[in-house]
């Protein structure tokens, strides 16, 4: 999931859609944990919220991180972005 060139409004929304249907194919706990990585929480506290194991939580990032196709954090927030604009229109 790569930049696209804002002038190209069909594209970009398409691009939402696709990105919002990747993340709706998560489970409800992936999707919990990205949540909590959105919002800047660090893995101690999002294991405690989520009553996961420290490997758990990282075997469930690692699944979110590969479902979603991010290589960073940086990749990861951008789609959950792109994700959460896309229920926007």
Do not use: C, N
């Not at 989520?50 to 990861?76: H, N, V």
Request: glycine share 6%; hydrophobic share 50%; no cysteine.
């Amino acid at each position: 999931m790569g930049f696209l060139r804002l002038s190209d409004a069909d594209a970009y929304v398409a691009h939402l859609r696709s990105t919002a249907a990747a993340v709706a194919q998560l489970g409800t706990g992936d999707r919990e944990v990205l949540d909590l990585l959105v919002r800047g929480h660090d893995g101690e506290t999002i294991a405690t919220q989520t009553k996961q194991s420290p490997s758990a939580l990282e075997q469930a990032r690692a699944r979110i991180f590969a479902s979603l196709g991010a290589k960073s954090l940086f990749d990861l927030l951008r789609i959950a972005f792109a994700a959460r604009r896309a229920a926007l229109l």
